[in-house]
Nanobody
Framework: EVQLVESGGGLVQAGGSLRLSCAAS????????IGWYRQAPGKERELVAR???????TYADSVKGRFTISRDNAKNTVFLQMNSLKPEDTAVYYC???????????WGQGTQVTVSS
């Protein structure tokens, strides 16, 4: 059974930092890119960052220079280090991957990040 379990969210003041984790199981983690998405109330879910199976990273313009995505293949875990947080970063953060054989999209349950001004 595929599982993506996020953790590390919470309440932080503007300018603060949080580190999110996504623990994966049930598939060949090393073979897949993993993405972090977020969804704020009343807004569409948007891609925040993605890391490929080879370590290539991409970021939304809004988080470049502040967020860093990384992966530890030995622990089947992807991290999102978030620095210089802003109130507009407030959202539920989800990790995601798409199985290239079945084309099925997998999502975690999400973790709430709230940034106070």
């Amino acid at each position: 059974e595929v599982q993506l379990v996020e953790s590390g969210g919470g309440l932080v003041q503007a300018g603060g930092s949080l580190r999110l984790s996504c623990a994966a199981s049930g598939f060949n983690f090393d073979d897949y890119g993993i993405g972090w998405y977020r969804q704020a109330p009343g807004k569409e879910r948007e891609l925040v960052a993605r890391i490929g199976n080879g370590g290539t990273t991409t970021y939304a313009d809004s988080v470049k220079g502040r967020f860093t995505i990384s992966r530890d293949n030995a622990k089947n875990t992807v991290f999102l280090q978030m620095n210089s947080l802003k109130p507009e970063d407030t959202a539920v953060y989800y990790c995601y991957y798409s199985d290239y054989n079945t084309r099925y999209n997998y999502w975690g349950q999400g973790t709430q990040v709230t940034v106070s001004s």
